[in-house]
Structure formats: C-alpha cells, structure tokens
C-alpha cells in the first residue's frame, strides 16, 4: 500500500457509484458539465487537461491530480508539457504569496508611522 492511500481513500467503482446513487441528478449534471468543460473548442482538449493538471496542484487535490495527468497523456501531452504546466502552477502560487506581501508591507509602514496605534 502507499503513503497516499494512508491519507486518501482510492477512487473505486463502489465509491464512484454509492456517490452516484446518493445524489444521482447532480452527479449527472456534474458528469455532463465536466465532458462539456473539457471537450475540444476553442481550447484543444490537450490544452485544456494541462490547465487542469497546473489547477490541481494549486487546489492540490490529489484525485485530480491523477485523473488529470492520466487524460492529459491520453490526449498526447509529454511528460515535459505536463512538468512544464506543474511548474506553471508553482510559480502562480510562489507568485501570490509574493503579490500579497503588499498587505504585509502595508501594515508595516502603518505600524511604522503611527508607532502608538
């Protein structure tokens, strides 16, 4: 068994369907808004599961992340383009925490110039 499936319960077909029959009208409209989100279009499906696997690792789901990877080599993505769109994912995060250092920085020049309160 691996660390993940210590942590993540695996996806199985039981689960797949007991959450299906639980809610099975919003499991298919989810069902269908997922294949009509990820269908080819204006973005090429390729296109679009690379953005899906770079999203996963920001919302790091690990589900995603593997369902994800998996569709983006079935629809002929490299190992390289799928690293390259992880790295896009890190630098978008890496770049946030760097963008909201600004409230930091704000808060700081305004404890600074106002020392009492």
Same mark, same amino acid.
């Given at each position: 068994?691996?660390?993940h499936?210590?942590?993540?319960? %695996? *996806?199985?077909?039981e689960? #797949?369907?007991q =959450?299906?029959?639980?809610?099975?009208? %919003?499991?298919? &409209?989810?069902?269908?808004?997922?294949?009509?989100?990820?269908?080819?279009? #204006?973005? %090429?499906?390729?296109?679009?599961?690379?953005?899906? !696997?770079?999203v996963?690792? !920001? +919302?790091?789901?690990? @589900?995603? /992340? =593997?369902?994800? +990877?998996?569709?983006?080599?079935?629809h $002929?993505? +490299?190992?390289?383009? /799928?690293?390259?769109? /992880?790295? /896009?994912?890190?630098? *978008?995060?890496?770049? $946030?925490? @760097? &963008?909201?250092?600004?409230?930091?920085?704000? !808060?700081?020049?305004? #404890?600074?110039?106002?020392?009492?309160?």
């Amino acid at each position: 068994m691996s660390d993940h499936e210590h942590v993540y319960t %695996p *996806m199985t077909k039981e689960l #797949a369907a007991q =959450r299906k029959n639980l809610a099975p009208k %919003p499991a298919e &409209a989810f069902k269908a808004f997922s294949q009509s989100v990820f269908a080819d279009g #204006a973005i %090429p499906a390729k296109t679009k599961q690379l953005i899906a !696997v770079a999203v996963a690792h !920001v +919302t790091q789901c690990p @589900y995603c /992340i =593997r369902g994800h +990877t998996a569709a983006a080599l079935q629809h $002929g993505a +490299t190992a390289e383009e /799928i690293m390259e769109a /992880i790295w /896009i994912a890190a630098e *978008m995060r890496a770049g $946030g925490a @760097y &963008a909201h250092s600004a409230l930091a920085l704000d !808060v700081i020049a305004h #404890a600074q110039s106002n020392p009492n309160g």
